[in-house]
């Protein structure tokens, strides 16, 4: 039977149900013991029944193509995650690290068309983890079309889920604006109008707590998450969303068509030079300095070899000898390769901009021009008997 938890803790009264999926149910108004209030979305006294509709189901690959990892490594970290499919679910693992980050994530790619959620009251996860350590899990909102750091978020109990799969509600009333870890100070909360265009939504594992601070008892290593499945709830005859489409990546950006050729030549060559496997040896090897380890960046080389490719994936001497000098060769040209690359796609960006902005400008002058002349009124008696 799959079991239910909230954010905060509200009673379910049930019936026996399909151990997939949980159709609907009743919440009143009651506390569990232990607790004192009730849910913010409840009236005092209230008792309704609620509905529930389904976003994303884990049952298959297409749910998994929504989604995107967002790791500690895009800021310089070395943490890793996956998505993958199993058995009627999706498995979220990885290893989170506190060195030059700390978290692991997985979101949703850009929506074509924006979800508008705001009939609902809140976000559901169905999953089921075994990690009971000291983590913070987050569910994020993200109400703009950007890609940036700023986006809405509220702390997810899946301890609660540890063990048994069961499905934890966050009310929107809990979710805050957030700029990476930390809080927007004076940030207005998060309303109907927000949520009538909701561009995205994810899932992130931390070392920072609600306030931004790092968790005191955080433990660093391996997660794994089962998850089934993300949906909303809300007050009975709330009208689902239409299933989230992911946009095809540049297919949005009116120049890609434009810059399509040059850039299909330039990604294989950028793909190489700033490779995130490359980015994440030299932040180990950064990590070895800083910890004494090593006493030179080259040193760290010849040490993570030897731990690497020789103690953990048991190389042999040449094996792991040839490897490293290949790994080494390939470095040393992409740190030449690197600042021309970076010049060229800076010089692509300004003289694309520039091109845009002649663009509107131009069509503004065409624009003007292409409007007929004012007729000349015709002239009046008195002018005609004067000339």
């Known amino acids: 039977m799959a079991a239910v938890s909230t954010t905060p803790a509200v009673a379910f009264a049930t019936t026996a149900v399909p151990t997939r999926w949980l159709a609907s149910y009743e919440i009143t108004s009651e506390p569990l013991p232990g607790t004192t209030s009730s849910p913010p979305w409840l009236s005092a006294g209230a008792e309704m029944v609620t509905t529930e509709a389904s976003l994303v189901q884990f049952r298959g690959p297409d749910a998994l193509n929504l989604f995107e990892r967002i790791d500690d490594v895009v800021m310089g970290g070395v943490s890793s995650s996956s998505v993958?499919?199993?058995?009627?679910?999706?498995?979220?693992?990885?290893?989170?690290?506190?060195?030059?980050?700390?978290?692991?994530?997985?979101?949703?790619?850009?929506?074509?068309?924006?979800?508008?959620?705001?009939?609902?009251?809140?976000?559901?996860?169905?999953?089921?983890?075994?990690?009971?350590?000291?983590?913070?899990?987050k569910l994020t909102l993200r109400c703009s079309r950007d890609r940036g750091e700023v986006v809405y978020n509220a702390e997810v109990d899946l301890k609660s889920s540890s063990?048994?799969?069961?499905?934890?509600?966050?009310?929107?009333?809990?979710?805050?604006?957030?700029?990476?870890?930390r809080p927007l100070a004076g940030a207005p909360p998060l309303t109907k109008v927000d949520l009538e265009k909701v561009f995205g939504f994810g899932l992130t594992?931390?070392?920072?707590?609600?306030?931004?601070?790092?968790?005191?008892?955080?433990q660093p290593g391996f997660f794994a998450v089962d998850l089934y499945g993300i949906g909303v709830f809300g007050e009975q005859g709330a009208v689902a969303p239409t299933p989230p489409v992911a946009d095809a990546a540049v297919r949005s950006n009116p120049n890609s068509a434009n810059r399509a050729g040059l850039f299909k030549l330039l990604k294989p060559l950028s793909r190489f030079v700033f490779s995130e496997e490359a980015r994440r040896r030299k932040r180990v090897r950064e990590l070895l300095v800083q910890r004494g380890s090593a006493t030179t960046m080259f040193g760290a080389r010849f040490k993570g070899q030897r731990i690497v490719k020789r103690g953990y994936r048991g190389l042999s001497f040449e094996r792991a000898d040839l490897e490293g000098l290949s790994q080494l060769f390939k470095d040393g040209l992409r740190a030449l390769l690197a600042p021309a690359l970076r010049f060229l796609f800076r010089t692509i960006f300004l003289a694309t901009r520039q091109a845009n902005i002649l663009k509107k400008k131009t069509s503004a002058l065409l624009a003007l021009l292409s409007r007929p002349l004012p007729k000349r009124p015709s002239p009046t008696k008195r002018q005609q008997l004067i000339r």
Do not use: H, M, N
Not at 116 to 121: C, E, K, R, T, V
Not at 163 to 181: H, N, T
Not at 205 to 218: I, M, N, Q, R, T
């Open 205 to 218: 594992c931390s070392k920072f707590g609600p306030s931004g601070d790092v968790l005191e008892d955080f």
């Open 163 to 181: 063990s048994s799969r069961s499905k934890v509600l966050v009310p929107f009333s809990a979710f805050r604006l957030v700029r990476g870890p």
């Open 84 to 137: 993958r499919q199993a058995e009627g679910r999706a498995v979220w693992s990885g290893i989170v690290r506190v060195e030059g980050g700390g978290f692991c994530g997985a979101r949703t790619k850009p929506f074509v068309d924006p979800l508008d959620l705001s009939g609902f009251d809140g976000l559901y996860v169905d999953a089921k983890t075994s990690d009971d350590k000291p983590r913070s899990w």
